[in-house]
C-alpha cells in the first residue's frame, strides 16, 4: 500500500491506496467523486478524462501513485470554471449531449481546445476531439458548441494559450512533487555532506514499504568472514549486477547509481544510501534513496541481513528482507510477480560473486558493472515456470 497525497478539486486529500489503484478508481471509489465515467478502461474512449496539473489526462491508465502530490481537477471541480461554464451552456444549445456518459470527458477536452486554439477551425476541433468518444450524438452538435464558444472568445479579445497550462513535458503528472522530490534532495548534496562531516544526522528517511520479498543463500564460509566482507562497502558494491559508486564510500553515506536494462525498457537509478550494521547479532541494513530523471521514477527500498551459521560455524546462510516502494512511469511495468522471479536471480548472481569474492577470485571492479540482461532474465524465468508446470502435470511435485 502507498500513501498518496493530492490537491483534488482544491481541496488537500491523503489516501493510502494499492499501487495498480488507477485514478480515476481512486477518485470514484475513494473520493466519491463520481463524475469521472468509466468506458473501456484502456485510454480509449476518452470518458475518464480529468485534468492532471492542468492537462486533460485519460485516468483510467493512470496510476494514482504516479501522481503523488500532484494538482488533479475532475469535472466536479469545473463548477465554477468559466471556460466550462460556457461550454456547459453551448452543448445545451447546440444539442450536443443525449445519453450524457462521454460528457464530462467531452468538457474537459473541450475546455483545453477553447484554451489552446486561436480560432474556431472545425478540422482541428475534430483532431482536437477524436479522442472522446460518443456513441449517440454524432459529434455535429458538439463540435458546434466548441466552436462557437471559441469565437465568442476571441472575439472578446480572449487570447489563447498555445500550450494550453503545459508546464513540463512528460507523462501525466510528470511535474509533481513526488518526481522532483529525490531531485530537491540530491541538489543539496553539498549542504548535506557538509552536515555529515560534522557529525549531522543525514536525510535518508525510514519509510514503510509497499512490497516486501524475502530470499536467502548459502555460502561455503565462516559467518565471521562473511560479515568482515559486508562491511566492505566497495567489495560488495563489486558483487551486484548494475551496481556502481560514487566518490569513497562511508556507512553514513553511500553514494552511486544501479543500472538497469530489462528488454526495452532502461533505468539508471542515481542515490545514496547509508548503510547500519549489528555485530552481536551478525546482521544489519542498507536503506537507500534513488532516481532515474529519464522515466521521471523514485524509490526507496531498504535491505536487511541476517547471517545465520551452519555446519558448525563451516558455512552461513545469508536470510535477506528486501523492501521498496516505487513510483513514477516504472512503477507501471513493476508487477510485484515478475519483480519476485526477477530478484531471485539476481540475488542467485549477487550469491555466486560473493562466494567468489570470499574465495579471493577476481571479478570485475565496480566501474566495470555490466548492466542486467533482462532478456536472459525473462528467458530464464520462463523456462523455470515452463518446468514446474510440467512436473505438476506429470505429478513429480516442483514449486508453483
Do not use: W
Not at 466536479?76 to 449531449?97: S, W
Not at 555532506?193 to 514503510?208: C, K, M, N, R, V
Amino acid at each position: 500500500m502507498n500513501s498518496v497525497e493530492l490537491t483534488v478539486n482544491k481541496r488537500v486529500v491523503q489516501k493510502v491506496v494499492e499501487p495498480r489503484t488507477s485514478l480515476a478508481d481512486m477518485m470514484r471509489d475513494t473520493l466519491d467523486l463520481t463524475g469521472t465515467h468509466l468506458g473501456c478502461e484502456h485510454g480509449v474512449c476518452g470518458a475518464c478524462t480529468i485534468l492532471v496539473d492542468g492537462v486533460p489526462t485519460r485516468s483510467c491508465i493512470t496510476y494514482a501513485v504516479a501522481c503523488d502530490g500532484a494538482d488533479v481537477t475532475t469535472i466536479e471541480g469545473l463548477d465554477d470554471d468559466e471556460i466550462a461554464g460556457e461550454l456547459r451552456a453551448a452543448f445545451t444549445r447546440e444539442h450536443a449531449l443525449q445519453c450524457g456518459y462521454c460528457t464530462p470527458g467531452m468538457l474537459v477536452s473541450a475546455r483545453d481546445l477553447v484554451k489552446r486554439l486561436p480560432d474556431a477551425d472545425e478540422k482541428q476541433i475534430r483532431i482536437g476531439m477524436s479522442g472522446n468518444l460518443c456513441r449517440c450524438t454524432g459529434y455535429v452538435g458538439i463540435v458546434r458548441a466548441v466552436q462557437s464558444v471559441i469565437s465568442e472568445r476571441r472575439a472578446r479579445d480572449i487570447a489563447p494559450e498555445p500550450d494550453g497550462g503545459r508546464k513540463v513535458l512528460g507523462p501525466a503528472g510528470s511535474g509533481h512533487n513526488a518526481c522532483v522530490s529525490f531531485q530537491k534532495l540530491m541538489s543539496a548534496k553539498p549542504a548535506v555532506s557538509e552536515s555529515a562531516a560534522a557529525g549531522a544526522p543525514l536525510d535518508i528517511p525510514d519509510f514503510t514499504p509497499s512490497t516486501t520479498i524475502e530470499q536467502q543463500f548459502t555460502v561455503a564460509h565462516a559467518p565471521a568472514k562473511v560479515f568482515a566482507l559486508f562491511d566492505d562497502i566497495a567489495a560488495v558494491a563489486s558483487c551486484l549486477p548494475g551496481a556502481t559508486l560514487v566518490g569513497t564510500p562511508k556507512p553514513e553515506r553511500v553514494e552511486g547509481a544501479i543500472r538497469v536494462k530489462i528488454g526495452p525498457i532502461s533505468a539508471n537509478f542515481n542515490g545514496a544510501a547509508r548503510v547500519e550494521r549489528d555485530e552481536a547479532n551478525l546482521s544489519g541494513r542498507i536503506l537507500g534513496v534513488g532516481s532515474d530523471q529519464r522515466s521521471r521514477s523514485t524509490t526507496q527500498g531498504a535491505i536487511r541481513y541476517r547471517l545465520v551459521p551452519l555446519d558448525n560455524g563451516a558455512a552461513t546462510r545469508v536470510e535477506l528482507t528486501i523492501g521498496y516502494s516505487l513510483t513514477g512511469m516504472l512503477a507501471q511495468v513493476g508487477r510485484s510477480g515478475l519483480v519476485r522471479d526477477l530478484a531471485s536471480r539476481l540475488v542467485a548472481e549477487f550469491a555466486g560473486n560473493l562466494d567468489r569474492r570470499l574465495r579471493g577470485d577476481v571479478i570485475s571492479a565496480p566501474s566495470a558493472a555490466a548492466d542486467l540482461n533482462g532478456v536472459s532474465l525473462i528467458l530464464g524465468l520462463l523456462r523455470e515456470r515452463a518446468t514446474n508446470f510440467v512436473r505438476r502435470l506429470t505429478g513429480r511435485g516442483g514449486s508453483a
